[in-house]
């Protein structure tokens, strides 16, 4: 079972930046594909990125341009790299892993971490 801890968030101004990292831990990494989402106050959860285990990437398109998904298998470690934020950008932050790049895509998940808060505001 994987254990996964979410770091890097904070309060930022508009047009910040930020990275986030996601830590894993009890399994090998490698073997996991691994998503970011994200929850606003009154909104569901949605799909920010994913990167599969080849590295191929998908963005929502609120995100493209401005964030970037990476992986580094050695460090067991997951990024999110957040420029030119926007207060629309304000959230909790989650990710998580599956072995299958779609179960991430779709966010079919029956269990999530503490997340990590992103603030943008001036």
């Known amino acids: 079972q994987v254990q996964l801890v979410e770091s890097g968030g904070g309060l930022v101004q508009p047009g910040g930046s930020l990275r986030l990292s996601c830590t894993a831990s009890?399994?090998?990494?490698?073997?996991?594909?691994m998503g970011w989402y994200r929850q606003a106050p009154g909104k569901q959860r949605e799909l920010v990125a994913a990167?599969?285990?080849?590295?191929?990437?998908n963005y929502a398109d609120f995100v493209k341009g401005r964030f970037t998904i990476s992986r580094d298998n050695a460090k067991n470690t997951g990024y999110l790299q957040m420029n030119s934020l926007q207060p629309e950008d304000t959230a909790v932050y989650y990710c998580n892993v599956d072995r299958r790049y779609d179960t991430v895509v779709a966010a079919r998940f029956g269990s999530w971490g503490q997340g990590t808060q992103v603030t943008v505001s001036s």
């Open positions: 009890g399994s090998i990494f490698s073997i996991y594909a």
């Open positions: 990167i599969s285990r080849g590295g191929t990437t």
